[in-house]
């Protein structure tokens, strides 16, 4: 399973976009980009997922380069709603049994 | 829809007692997962279920912990005895299928080992 690095916290205001990006330099072929949203008292919540380029659904976009060595979650005109714990997780989507594996994660904290 | 539903919400405990949690999948949802979360940080997979079958409990400390699935459908999970650094939120979750990375989570019971 590749690892995963993203910032342990990040801080942004109402209205604006904001932007998480995740390191896993040691990415194989058939890997996997997902991302999982948590909010205080409640389990994760899937958000998005993505191989190459760019995937976009009515929640967020995902951004990951030809190397695929990163990636970035990106979350338009935040509301205080989406202040959660951000999780970025890499694996083989090919492997029968593969199993989320979840890193600390970033915590995102939107203010008024 | 019904999500995953656990139950209880909240345990407190003394070390050395036992406890269990369960959960109903959704239904339909071959896979069943639990998890611990210790605050602060991300969850850690315990135990899978394929239908009523383990296909991965690595992680799971076997001395105390027990899972099961019968019938493949509900699951529960227990704790004897119970220590303090078993203090967590344990979630579960199921997905349609293994090696589907959209898992659907419960709300998670949180235990207090006192």
């Known amino acids: 399973l590749a690892k995963t690095t993203q910032p342990i916290s990040m801080d942004s205001y109402e209205g604006q976009e904001v932007n998480i990006t995740c390191s896993h330099n040691?990415?194989?072929?058939?890997?996997?980009i997902t991302w999982y949203q948590q909010f205080p008292s409640q389990g994760p919540r899937f958000i998005i997922q993505g191989y190459k380029t760019k995937v976009t659904n009515e929640v967020a976009s995902l951004f990951i380069p030809a190397d695929r060595k990163s990636s970035t979650l990106s979350l338009p005109r935040v509301s205080l709603s989406d202040t959660a714990v951000y999780y970025c997780?890499?694996?083989?989507?090919?492997?029968?049994?593969?199993?989320?594996?979840f890193g600390t994660g970033t915590r995102l904290l939107v203010s008024p | 829809e019904a999500g995953v539903a656990q139950s209880p919400r909240y345990k407190i405990i003394e070390k050395r007692q036992s406890v269990a949690f369960w959960c109903n999948p959704i239904?339909?949802?071959?896979?069943l997962y639990w998890y611990q979360q210790i605050l602060g940080q991300g969850p850690k997979l315990l135990i899978q279920f394929q239908n009523n079958g383990v296909v991965d409990d690595s992680q799971l400390p076997k001395d105390r912990f027990s899972a099961e699935r019968l019938k493949g459908v509900d699951s529960t999970l227990k704790i004897q005895p119970a220590k303090l650094e078993d203090s967590a939120v344990y979630l579960c979750?199921?997905?349609?299928?293994?090696?589907?990375?959209?898992?659907?989570f419960g709300p998670g019971t949180r235990l207090t080992v006192t």
């Open positions: 239904s339909g949802h071959a896979t």
């Open positions: 979750a199921s997905s349609l299928r293994a090696g589907v990375y959209e898992q659907y």
């Open positions: 040691n990415i194989a072929t058939n890997d996997y």
């Open positions: 997780l890499v694996g083989d989507m090919d492997t029968g049994f593969q199993k989320l594996v």
